[in-house]
């Protein structure tokens, strides 16, 4: 069992950085892929970024060249520095956890702990 919680968010210009960090417990974190997601009003859940056990990672196309996803395995701790921020990047933010390996995961689906949310809220 991993709990994971989020935190970081807040509300930014457009232009600005934010970093948010997804903290774990239970068992080690390095096991597991890690993925950040978000979610508008009215829209559904999207993928954002995402790491995987072996440190590989893979960004959506929305946010590739201003977002950065990694890992400090010693804090049991994955960040998204998200640069250049975009109202359109507003949404409320939440990383998963997967054991499954392979490589990065990208779907919803395949990720079984969730954190609660952190709201991301970027004015024009």
């Known amino acids: 069992q991993v709990q994971l919680v989020e935190s970081g968010g807040g509300l930014v210009q457009a232009g600005g950085s934010l970093r948010l960090a997804c903290a774990a417990s239970?068992?080690?974190?390095?096991?597991?892929?890690v993925g950040w997601f978000r979610q508008a009003p009215g829209k559904e859940r999207e993928f954002v970024a995402a790491i995987s056990w072996s440190a590989l990672y893979y960004y959506a196309d929305s946010v590739k060249g201003r977002f950065t996803i990694s890992r400090d395995s010693a804090k049991n701790t994955v960040y998204l520095q998200m640069n250049s921020l975009k109202p359109e990047d507003t949404a409320v933010y939440y990383c998963a956890a997967t054991a499954t390996r392979g490589g990065v995961v990208t779907g919803l689906n395949q990720y079984d702990y969730w954190g609660q949310g952190t709201q991301v809220t970027v004015s024009s």
């Open positions: 239970g068992r080690p974190f390095s096991t597991y892929g």
